[in-house]
C-alpha cells in the first residue's frame, strides 16, 4: 500500500523558515516525480515545486523561486521542502503528490497524495 505523509508544518513568523518532508513508504521516491502543491482556504491547489525522478531535476513557481528547495533523500526515501524567508502569502496546507505528470506544476498527472501539513506564516 502506498503512503505519502507530510511533515514539518507549524505556525512561523514572516520571514522564517519551514523545512517539510514527504515520507512514502510502499514506493520508491526516486523513480517518481515528486510535487509540492499548496492550498489555501476558498482557492485552488497550486504547484509550489517538483523534483523529476530520473534525474533530480528542479522546477519551482515563481512566487517561491530563491527562498524554496527541493531536495531527495534517497537513503531515507524522502523529498524535502525547505522554505525560508517565508510571507504571509505562503500560509496554506502543503501536500506533496507521486506520479510522471506532463507538466509537474499542476495537479494532473499524479497517481499519489499525502494528506497535507498546515503552514501558517503570521506575527
Known amino acids: 500500500q502506498v503512503q505519502l505523509v507530510e511533515s514539518g508544518g507549524g505556525l512561523v513568523q514572516p520571514g522564517g523558515s519551514l523545512r517539510l518532508s514527504c515520507a512514502a513508504s510502499g514506493l520508491i521516491l526516486d523513480t517518481y516525480g515528486i510535487g509540492w502543491f499548496r492550498q489555501a482556504p476558498g482557492k485552488g491547489r497550486e504547484g509550489v515545486s517538483y523534483i523529476k525522478g530520473s534525474d533530480g531535476s528542479t522546477a519551482y513557481a515563481n512566487s517561491v523561486k530563491g527562498r524554496f528547495t527541493i531536495s531527495r533523500d534517497n537513503a531515507e526515501n524522502t523529498v524535502v521542502l525547505q522554505m525560508n524567508s517565508l510571507r504571509a502569502e505562503d500560509t496554506a496546507a502543503y501536500y506533496c503528490?507521486?506520479?510522471?505528470?506532463?507538466?509537474?506544476?499542476?495537479?494532473?498527472?499524479?497517481?499519489?497524495w499525502g494528506q497535507g501539513t498546515q503552514v501558517t506564516v503570521s506575527s
Open positions: 503528490a507521486a506520479g510522471h505528470p506532463t507538466v509537474p506544476l499542476l495537479p494532473n498527472g499524479y497517481d499519489y
